[in-house]
């Protein structure tokens, strides 16, 4: 069984840090390409983060320059630091899994197959 597992979620203020995780589990994820998504209440899933196998990266505009997407292959793990939180920043986030990528970080949900549960980030102004 696949598994997504996200961590390091909390409360912060404004220009706060926190460090996301993702572990993956039950296959390797080493060639797939993971993305990170937020959900916040009232508003559809979108694109944050995603990183190829080789480290290519993509960010949404919102975040670029304030949060760095990594991967440690050997512990099928990804991190989000996220640095410079706004309240705007608030919401569930979500680890993701694309498969049938490998060189390519894409945006839709569509092509992402695997999910987590989510870990919830609250900023506070």
């Known amino acids: 069984q696949v598994t997504l597992v996200e961590s390091g ?3 912060v203020q ?3 840090s926190l460090r996301l995780s993702c572990a ?3 296959r ?3 060639s797939d390409v993971m ?3 937020r959900q916040a209440p009232g508003n559809e899933r979108e694109f944050v983060a995603g990183i190829t196998w080789s480290g290519t990266n993509l960010y949404s505009d919102s975040v670029k320059g304030r949060f760095t997407i990594s991967r440690d292959n050997a512990k099928n793990t990804v991190y989000l630091q996220m640095n410079s939180l706004k309240p705007e920043d608030t919401a569930v986030y979500y680890c993701a899994a694309d498969h049938a990528a490998t060189a390519i970080v894409r945006r839709a949900r569509r092509y992402y197959d695997y999910w987590g549960q989510g870990t919830q980030v609250t900023v506070d102004s």
């Open 9 to 11: 979620g909390g409360s």
């Open 28 to 30: 390797a994820f080493s």
């Open 14 to 16: 404004a220009g706060g």
């Open 35 to 37: 993305g990170w998504f």
């Open 24 to 26: 993956a589990s039950g």
